[in-house]
Each structure stands twice: as structure tokens, then as C-alpha cells.
């Protein structure tokens, strides 16, 4: 196993676009996790130069002592997948009991490259552990830094917290389905939504909450602002509908009941136009 | 999940302060408020409570995303669940929060204060802290509701 500190050329096929490259740079930490002192000294050196903050383990346990010491956070776990005691893939499971956010990159050697295409692609499609990416060994220095960068800013979801907003639109009506939950992160993906619509000329709107799982005050306030513009003129309005209790509950507690007319399902909200 | 009896567990664990941490925190609780026993009820309060708080703790301690980290820590025993979150920005001064308006007419209703006020009234305890060597500590406590049978 090596990482390559000189140009190579080896076939990569689509997992490493050449051309006009986005910036690979940042200023995170990154927790690198190789049992190969001299693949870790240059994996480790690659990584620093590009401006990130590297702490080094040679095995999953140290990886672990090292990120329950941490004081800041770790964003990222470059791990070899192949380690005696503890390979790759155990280490994030266990990693995320202590650090449930940290996104994970794992790299591999010793396969020829049939089974290199054949992981890449099994990672790509359904990742053994969820959230987690793949690099094959060897790699550039420049594909190393490419494809940490793309992790770090990959929208890689982690769990079950993930929501999707859609619209469709009727003859009266628009209809925004949200479901999951609706947090300050995604919010603003709700408010988009709205105003989507709002942008063309349309103000009658239903927001079915059937599937839902809670909203926070930031949904609540892209609900309100949508409100106070469609019924301005008295053009529209937005309805809610197939409301979960809870939220029922949540709404009731700031006030926000008596501001919106709700049903039981989305049918009825979109006939009362 | 078969609520806890005489269990007591408690974790720890620190997240990039930011909001696409969200997610990953209030599954940490979930799990936690599972663990305690509580209502589905209680676990929805639960959630909305710490991710209200989390914001919070990003938009106002911190000023930003990305500036420092958010440490949730949880504990389990018999009357509950008790979770904790430390962060390293700013003083918070929950009396500095006006009251949020929530009976005004639609048009003039101001929407600031929500998550404070959601985060009072959907915990059964809530305290914050503040030290220079440990930064602002803000722990919330949800009851288990004791069975009828």
C-alpha cells in the first residue's frame, strides 16, 4: 500500500474528473486513522498542506482515546479499511457513539482493480455503514484532497433526520408536502417552496403535515411569513393539513392556531378553495 | 422500547456547531429519550427542545456556523432523562429574550423568542449557566410520567 507523493498515471476512470478543479482546501479537523506509519506520515503531510487540521492514530482504539479527549470537534475520519483489531468500518460505528456527526472516508489497498471498482461502486450505491465514502489506494495527493473536500461538503446524511419538500401544483391550488423534520437547516428549503409559488402569482397553497415529524420555530416562522403574504389582498391563503397531534399541540402552544385554517387531509384543504 | 427500571445510562458526545448537525443531535436525544421511557409525546417535546436549543446555541452563543462545537450530554435514571449541552461562545442571558407575541392579529405578529419560550414550556426543568473555564451549560430535564397501572 502507498500513497503516491509523485505524479502518477493510473486509471481512475470517473472517480477523479481531471480539469478545472474547485478549491480543496479547508480548516478542519480531521481524524486520520492508518496503521502503515509511512502511508500515514504522507496521508498526513497531504492533508495539512491543504489547510486541515490533522490528529494522527495508528488503530481504532487510539482513534478513539484521541477523539474522546478532543476538545473541539472532529469533522472528518480518514480511516484505512483493512486493520488488525478494529477495521475501518467497526471504528466509524464506534466513532459515532462518541461523535454521531463525523462524517467518514475510507480507504483500501491490496485488491486488484476489479474489486477497487466493484467496492467503489457498492459504497456508492449502499454504503456498509451509512454516511460513509471510498477512496481506493493508491491515490494522488490531489485526489486525496478532492475527495476529503467532497465528503466535508457533501450533504451525506447520517441517520433517519432527513425531510424532502415537494409541490404540486392543482387547477386552485398548490400543494407543499414536507416530510421528516423541519429544523433550522432545512427550513429555509421549506421557505423556498413557499415562495416559489408565491413568486408566480400564486397564493392559495396547502401545506400537507401529514408526514411531518417536527417542525422548530424556524418552519414555524417560514409558515407565518408565507401567511401574512398570501393573505395580503386577500389574494390566498395558505391551509394547513393532516396535522400530527404533536404539532397540533406545538402550534397551539405559540398561538399560532387561531392564524391558520386546518384539516384533516389534503383533499378537503384543497376543495375549501 | 421497554422503558428503564432501575437503569441508569449516560453519554456524551460533541457535534460540529452547525445546523446540519441537527439531524445526528436529536437522534442522539431520541434515542436517550427512548432509553428514559417517555411518551411519544414527550419524545416530540424532547426533540424540539434541544434542537430550539441547539439553534440557539449556533445563531446566538457562537454568532454563526462553524464556530465552535455543541457537547450533549445525557443521563438516564428513574425519574427521567437530563440532558446537558455545553457550548464555548458567548454569555447567554435567557432574561435578555422578550416574551415571544402570541396573541397579536396575523399581520402585526412579531415572530422572535419562539425557541426560548418553546424550550420552557416543552421541558419540566430548564437551567442555564454560565463559567469562563466552562462556557455556557444549559441542562433540561424531561419527567418520566409515572404509570397508572
Not at chain 1, 416530510?179 to 397564493?203: E, K, M, Q, V
Not at chain 1, 402552544?253 to 384543504?269: H, K
Not at chain 2, 441537527?22 to 437522534?27: E, F, K, R, T, Y
Not at chain 2, 419524545?43 to 439553534?55: F, G, I, R, S
Request: proline fraction near 5%; glycine fraction near 6%.
Amino acid at each position: 500500500m502507498h500513497v503516491s507523493d509523485e505524479p502518477q498515471v493510473r486509471a481512475l476512470g470517473a472517480r477523479t474528473p481531471r480539469g478545472a478543479s474547485p478549491p480543496v482546501t479547508g480548516s478542519e479537523t480531521i481524524l486520520l486513522v492508518e496503521d502503515d506509519p509511512e502511508v500515514r506520515r504522507v496521508t498526513a503531510m497531504v492533508l495539512r498542506r491543504c489547510g486541515y487540521a490533522v490528529l494522527e492514530a495508528e488503530a481504532g482504539s487510539q482513534a478513539l482515546a484521541l477523539c474522546a479527549g478532543q476538545e473541539g470537534s472532529i469533522h472528518l475520519l480518514v480511516t484505512d479499511l483493512a486493520m488488525p483489531h478494529m477495521n475501518g468500518l467497526e471504528l466509524v460505528e464506534r466513532l459515532r457513539r462518541l461523535a454521531p456527526a463525523v462524517k467518514a472516508l475510507c480507504v483500501s489497498g491490496y485488491l486488484d482493480e476489479a474489486e477497487l471498482d466493484e467496492l467503489s461502486l457498492q459504497f456508492d450505491a449502499e454504503p456498509p455503514v451509512s454516511g460513509v465514502a471510498f477512496l481506493p489506494k493508491p491515490f494522488l495527493p490531489d485526489e486525496l484532497a478532492r475527495r476529503v473536500r467532497q465528503v466535508l461538503d457533501g450533504e451525506t446524511e447520517i441517520g433517519d433526520g432527513c425531510v424532502e419538500v415537494s409541490t404540486t401544483q392543482f387547477k386552485r391550488c398548490d400543494v407543499v408536502r414536507a416530510t421528516g423534520r423541519i429544523d433550522s437547516h432545512n427550513a429555509p428549503r421549506l421557505a423556498d417552496a413557499f415562495n416559489a409559488i408565491i413568486n408566480a402569482n400564486r397564493f392559495k397553497i396547502v401545506f400537507d403535515m401529514e408526514a411531518v415529524e417536527y417542525i422548530s420555530s424556524a418552519g414555524l416562522r417560514a409558515m407565518i411569513d408565507t401567511q401574512k403574504t398570501c393573505k395580503r389582498w386577500t389574494r390566498g391563503e395558505l391551509l394547513l393539513a393532516g396535522m400530527p397531534a404533536h404539532i397540533r399541540e406545538t402550534m397551539d402552544l405559540v398561538g399560532f392556531v387561531p392564524l391558520f385554517r386546518c384539516f384533516d387531509n389534503v383533499t378537503t384543504a384543497v376543495a375549501s378553495f | 422500547m421497554r422503558p428503564c427500571s432501575d437503569l441508569c445510562a449516560d453519554q456524551a458526545a460533541a457535534f460540529p456547531g452547525r445546523f446540519d448537525s441537527l439531524s445526528a443531535i436529536v437522534d442522539f436525544v431520541t434515542q436517550a429519550a427512548r432509553l428514559a421511557g417517555l411518551e411519544s409525546s414527550d419524545v416530540h417535546a424532547v426533540q424540539l427542545a434541544v434542537d430550539e436549543a441547539c439553534t440557539n446555541i449556533i445563531e446566538h452563543a457562537y454568532g454563526g456556523e462553524d464556530l465552535g462545537s455543541i457537547r450533549c450530554t445525557y443521563t438516564v435514571d428513574r425519574s427521567g432523562l437530563t440532558i446537558t449541552l455545553c457550548d464555548r461562545g458567548i454569555p447567554f442571558d435567557p432574561a435578555s429574550v422578550p416574551d415571544p407575541d402570541l396573541h397579536s392579529q396575523l399581520e402585526c405578529r412579531q415572530e422572535g423568542g419562539l425557541g426560548l419560550y418553546l424550550m420552557r414550556h416543552l421541558m419540566d426543568e430548564i437551567r442555564f449557566q454560565f463559567s469562563p473555564d466552562q462556557g455556557n451549560t444549559l441542562t433540561m430535564i424531561k419527567r418520566r410520567k409515572l404509570s397508572t397501572d
